[in-house]
């Protein structure tokens, strides 16, 4: 199991941009796909991104277009930029190691980092 660190979060107003940096031990991201999650109050933990080790990714409909998952391999650290942001995108964000080609078959590996909280708000 890896040891994750999410970054990045905080206050960005309606439209703004954000982007989070997941930083994994050892050489995860180069072995295991890699995704991004998010948990708002009161919803159930989502599927937001996944990247393959290869470097495919797919998105969850509520994000595509808006968030752009990336690897940065030497730094073992998985990216997501997100821009559009709205009060929806509300939550704390965790990033994972697993396996997986897209969203419909991804299988976490089960070990989750504190998260990275995100607030949308004017």
């Known amino acids: 199991q890896a040891q994750l660190v999410e970054s990045g979060g905080g206050l960005v107003q309606p439209g703004g941009s954000l982007t989070l940096s997941c930083a994994a031990s050892g050489n995860t991201f180069s072995i295991y796909a890699a995704a991004w999650y998010r948990q708002a109050p009161g919803q159930q933990r989502q599927l937001l991104a996944v990247i393959t080790r290869g470097g495919a990714t797919d998105y969850t409909d509520s994000v595509k277009g808006r968030f752009t998952i990336s690897r940065d391999d030497a730094k073992n650290t998985v990216i997501l930029q997100m821009t559009n942001l709205t009060p929806s995108d509300t939550a704390v964000y965790y990033c994972?190691?697993?396996?997986?080609?897209?969203?419909?078959?991804?299988?976490?590996?089960?070990?989750w980092g504190q998260g990275t909280q995100v607030t949308v708000s004017s």
């Open positions: 994972n190691a697993g396996q997986g080609t897209n969203t419909y078959s991804y299988i976490s590996s089960g070990r």
